[in-house]
């Protein structure tokens, strides 16, 4: 298992831009698919986005695509999530959660979250 730390979160106006980093710990980071959630208040938690150990799949709910981009860098150990765009409805808790390998987040580890709002 990893233990991962977001950061970046924040505010930000509509239609503004905010970068999300997830730090993991563990020699094993490349071995890891990787993918972001977020949950606003009194919603359930959501998929945001995702990209496999390999670096060679990504993933996206359809209320991101073409705003979002998920990226990951196995010699810092982090994942990334670029938010552009933003709406007040993206204004969420946004979480890091990690599988091995293959897509099964909710065996994996999840970090504390952190808070994005969007204002109109």
């Known amino acids: 298992q990893v233990q991962l730390?977001?950061?970046g979160g924040g505010l930000v106006q509509a239609g503004g831009s905010l970068r999300l980093s997830c730090a993991a710990s563990g020699r094993t980071?490349?071995?890891y698919s990787m993918g972001w959630f977020r949950q606003a208040p009194g919603k359930e938690r959501e998929f945001v986005a995702a990209i496999s150990w390999t670096a060679g799949n990504t993933n996206y709910a359809d209320?991101?695509?073409g705003r979002f981009t998920i990226s990951r860098d196995n010699a810092k150990n982090t994942?990334?999530?670029q938010m552009s765009s933003l709406k007040p409805e993206d204004?969420?808790?946004y979480y890091c959660a990690s599988s091995y390998r293959a897509y099964d987040f909710k065996a994996g580890s999840w970090g504390q979250g952190t808070q994005v709002t969007v204002s109109s």
């Open 29 to 31: 980071f490349s071995s």
């Open 79 to 81: 994942v990334s999530l």
């Open 63 to 65: 209320s991101v695509k």
């Open 5 to 7: 730390v977001e950061s």
């Open 91 to 93: 204004t969420a808790v």
